[in-house]
């Protein structure tokens, strides 16, 4: 049999070793993300802050996000996916270190930003490569493993949190909680000496150094410029509705579901802890059978089973929200919808993997990168929507704060149904850019006529 797209050059230690470092850079990255939210309510006593600012401090450090999808997109183009992904870990665990000797909002706003910006590069550097190792057939599966590290993230940030806040007095939990964000540094070491660089973007920079492309213009100079080239700027625009749409309504819920249960219900926050847990372990098992989904009848499919369970799941919170947690928690609403919800999450496992295969080599890590933490940004604007339109609406009310998620989810099955298909029953459709000859040794980044292919 032979190696049309170049994956069988690695050696089972070295896919090993991408798609393990993937899996734990993005639960880190998740992780420091995710561990805000419980820690809000310290953070905001300890600093006197404001709703209003300690809702903003999420949004910050996904605007810096942004920043960093865009910054470290670049990177991975120019100078190496792994070189990116060693250089974006970095910042971010320095930033999360720096923000827990954070001593009042500007200088907390501040360091999560810096955060942010390193928080940004690393999902789409590691996505990236992984995509360009794995064999084209399993990359739905794969990628859904390396989301599905979310398990990890989800569940160790509930446990971490509230074990800070509970055996650390109270202006030193929150802090406690923030230097965990350590932990990428020790990462970085088993990236340097153990992972390799991708092959494919290795022929594909030794040939750009040779001068063997095709003349590409402003493509080769600017990737960002690349990604709305004839070809690929109808993709763009759908793709970058399509994350926004995803990241408003995840964001939008995720964040505040700590202080709908802890605060709004009065939860016990053990059994907080336990939810919170479930709904990671659900999650992870939704993500594995999405992510066999996608590789077995397409990438769509991926995406729109889970997005009906998010349907499901906002619907449900309209008319059971508000219901207490009695004792029993498998009678207790919020715990089935909660993980309804968490399984709908799950429809981000294609995602690496779809945009992977629509863009080429050139503009590949850029345009995954930034579309990813563009809808981020998108994203950071529901701490501060949902809130308020709650305040407007519902006198407070968060549950009312949440029906400001339902059109999102809805306009992300719109766009999931128009983004192209590149993977149908196994096979490579017309659409995918990354399609198992492209990346084959010796092949250039991109044939001409590739980017017409691309547009249909």
């Known amino acids: 049999m032979g190696n049309p797209s170049g994956h069988l050059a690695y050696t089972a230690a070295e896919r090993i070793t991408i798609i393990g470092s993937c899996m734990l850079g993005f639960a880190l990255d998740l992780y420091d993300v995710l561990i805000l939210p419980f820690l809000m309510p310290a953070i905001q006593h300890s600093l006197n802050l404001s709703l209003t600012q300690i809702a903003s401090i999420t949004s910050i450090t996904l605007i810096g996000s942004v920043i960093g999808g865009a910054a470290f997109g670049v990177t991975g183009d120019r100078l190496g996916r792994k ?7 970095l910042l971010f665990a320095l930033g999360s270190i720096a923000s827990a000797f954070a001593w009042n909002y500007t200088s907390l706003a501040s360091l999560r930003l810096l955060t942010g910006i390193g928080l940004g590069g690393e999902w789409g550097a590691g996505m990236v490569l ?11 599966l794969g990628s859904a493993f390396i989301q599905g590290s979310a398990v990890l993230a989800s569940a160790g940030a509930s446990i971490v949190a509230i074990w800070a806040l509970g ?15 350590s932990a ?36 080769a100079r600017m990737p960002l410029a690349g990604m709305f080239r004839p070809g690929l700027r109808r993709i763009s625009f ?15 819920v995720i964040v505040f579901m700590p202080t709908l249960m802890l605060k709004t219900l009065h939860t016990p926050a053990d059994i907080v802890r336990t939810t919170s847990v479930i709904v990671s372990v659900a999650g992870g098992c939704s993500y594995i059978a999405m992510g066999w989904l996608n590789d077995r009848h397409g990438r769509r499919m991926g995406t729109l089973v889970p ?20 004792m029993n928690l498998f009678a207790w609403p919020i715990f089935w919808l909660f993980i309804l919800f968490g399984m709908g999450n799950t429809s981000l496992g294609v995602v690496g993997t779809w945009l992977s295969e629509l863009y ?20 950071s604007l529901a701490p501060v929507g949902v809130p308020a339109f709650a305040a407007a609406f519902g006198g407070g009310d968060i549950i009312v704060g949440f029906y ?26 017309a659409a995918a850019a990354t399609s198992d000859d492209i990346d084959a040794p010796g092949a250039v980044a991109m044939r001409p006529g590739a980017s017409t292919v691309a547009q249909h």
């Open 404 to 429: 400001l998620c339902l059109p999102a989810a809805v306009l992300f099955i719109f766009f999931s149904c128009i983004l192209p298909e590149t993977r149908r029953g196994g096979q490579a459709t």
């Open 184 to 219: 990428p540094l020790a990462l970085i070491i088993v990236i340097r000496f153990w992972m390799p660089e991708s092959k494919a973007w290795l022929r594909h920079d030794q040939d750009r150094r040779a001068g063997r492309l095709p003349a590409l213009g402003l493509a």
């Open 83 to 89: 070189t990116a992904l060693q250089l974006t870990l």
């Open 130 to 140: 992984f995509n360009e190792a794995w064999n084209p057939k399993r990359r739905g």
């Open 167 to 181: 055996h650390f007095a109270a202006d030193r939990g929150w802090r406690v909680g923030l230097l965990t964000g």
């Open 360 to 379: 080429p080599i050139e503009v590949r890590s850029t345009a995954v990168s930034s579309i990813y933490m563009a809808g981020r940004a998108a994203g």
């Open 307 to 326: 997005a009906a369970l998010w349907i499901a799941s906002l619907l449900g919170l309209y008319f059971l929200g508000n219901v207490h947690y009695d």
């Open 238 to 252: 759908i793709a970058l509705g399509w994350m926004a749409a995803y990241m408003f309504c995840y964001y939008g």
